[in-house]
């Protein structure tokens, strides 16, 4: 976007605001589709919590894509744009009893995360559902090649592989039909191995699944951890490469032992959305203390993930794309925080007060993680559409937002009439 567009926008829609671009989302949800073109059953069930947004979920919906949810209002929200049954993969874990009871009624795939939750599933639905799929944990380290890319031994998450087999037995024998199975293994990976190394170890557990348990698994979900290029000298995953890795291992290890038929299904969350959303700021107090520091507008309410994981999102300052960054800058927000800064000795043009900062790739688990601290409200999304007009997906908050749960006090009434 170009600094006269931001400016047009910010007549209507003062920032800070993060604005998600149509096309490239649409773009993309092509390229997979094509990617698993291979496989009959392939199916995407899009990681609600990465952007919890109806507008844009509804753009994913077009292409056939389905919702991932973790929890009842994921579930909600999802049912509320019409996608319900098996279009919904519900990957919770440590879920609260009225969850799984809302999961099941609206038709929902349910994925469990422990061993413990089939027999909490059937108590307290009465009868376990006739699809179901379990989520793997085989523990140790995630390598791929000699890297280590992640530490499944440290996650909470998932069965380890006793207890797996032994899910599945148990699951047969209670009547379940339809059978799946789940892993997340890494995260943000930016490497096209990722997929077909976790493939390869799903493929060679469902070979045995079949050999020990006589179970023949119907889907086999990769899950979300294909990553994105936050870093400008980062090479992007190529999901072209990657669809043909997985086939690849598919081919040698499902169909020989005649499990050709299992559906691909994959829950994708930064990889559909993160590049396709930007944090749009203004510069409105620079500070010459210790260090130079520039103040936006947002802060990590709007986006937490410098501040939780000092990840890097690349910063463009609008109308100095050709000036040479030659300041070097601590990018920061306004909460009593110190680690609310968007950017720390960060090289940028000269920033004057005033300029625009498009903070990249906040598409995906941006603005979903926000929350409240120092009384601070959540941001407006845009929508930028392929004509180049702009829709309002979600207003800001206001003040009476903020203290709408405050209607158990007396004064509710009176503060919510101020504003
Ligand atoms: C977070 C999450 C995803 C999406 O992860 P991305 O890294 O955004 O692709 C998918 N499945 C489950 C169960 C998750 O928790």
Redesign the pocket.
Same mark, same amino acid.
């Given at each position: 976007m170009t600094k006269e567009q931001i400016e047009e926008i910010v007549k209507t829609y003062p920032t800070p605001f993060h604005i998600y671009d149509e096309k490239g989302i649409r773009k993309n949800v092509e390229a997979l589709k094509e990617a698993f073109a291979w496989n009959k059953g392939y199916k995407e069930f899009f990681?609600v919590?990465?952007t919890p947004n109806p507008f844009l979920i509804q753009i994913l919906k077009e292409y056939g894509v389905g919702c991932?949810c973790?929890s009842k209002t994921e579930l909600m929200l999802s049912k509320a744009i019409d996608v319900t049954g098996s279009d919904i993969m519900f990957?919770s874990n440590d879920t609260p009893a009225e969850e799984f009871v809302y999961a099941n009624k609206i038709g929902a795939t349910i994925n469990l995360d422990d061993f413990t939750h089939i027999e909490f599933l059937e108590k307290t639905l009465g009868k376990l559902p006739e699809t179901l799929s379990l989520r793997f944990n085989p523990g140790g380290v995630f390598t791929i090649s000699t890297d280590i890319m992640d530490n499944p031994g440290d996650a909470k998450y998932g069965l380890t592989t006793e207890q797996l087999f032994e899910g599945y037995r148990i699951l047969k024998e209670k009547g379940v039909k339809r059978f799946g199975l789940h892993a997340?293994l890494a995260?943000?990976t930016v490497t096209n191995e990722y997929y077909p190394t976790l493939a390869k170890t799903l493929f060679d557990v469902a070979v045995q699944i079949k050999e020990k348990v006589g179970v023949s698994l119907s889907f086999i979900n990769l899950? !979300?951890?294909?990553?994105i290029p936050y870093r400008p000298e980062q090479e992007p995953n190529d999901i072209k490469v990657i669809g043909e890795g997985v086939r690849k291992v598919f081919e040698e290890v499902l169909v020989p032992a005649g499990l050709g038929d299992v559906a691909i299904y994959t829950?994708? !969350?930064?990889?559909m959305m993160g590049p396709y959303g930007h944090l749009i700021t203004k510069a409105i107090h620079e500070k010459h203390t210790h260090k130079e520091y520039i103040g936006c507008d947002a802060c990590a309410v709007n986006l937490m993930r410098p501040a939780m994981y000092g990840a890097y999102h690349h910063i463009t300052v609008l109308g100095k794309e050709q000036e040479p960054c030659d300041h070097k800058y601590d990018v920061t927000g306004s909460l009593c925080e110190n680690n609310d800064k968007f950017a720390i000795d960060r090289m940028l043009p000269k920033i004057e007060i005033g300029d625009y900062l498009a903070i990249h790739d906040t598409g995906?688990?941006g603005f979903a993680m926000g929350y409240n601290y120092n009384g601070k409200l959540k941001s407006a999304e845009l929508l930028l559409k392929e004509d180049g007009s702009v829709q309002l997906i979600r207003r800001a908050e206001k003040p009476s937002d903020y203290f709408a749960t405050f209607d158990c006090f007396d004064f509710y009434e009176k503060i919510s009439r101020e504003f």
């Open positions: 990681a919590k990465a991932d973790s990957s997340f995260s943000n899950s !979300g951890g294909i990553g829950e994708l !969350g930064r990889f995906a688990h």
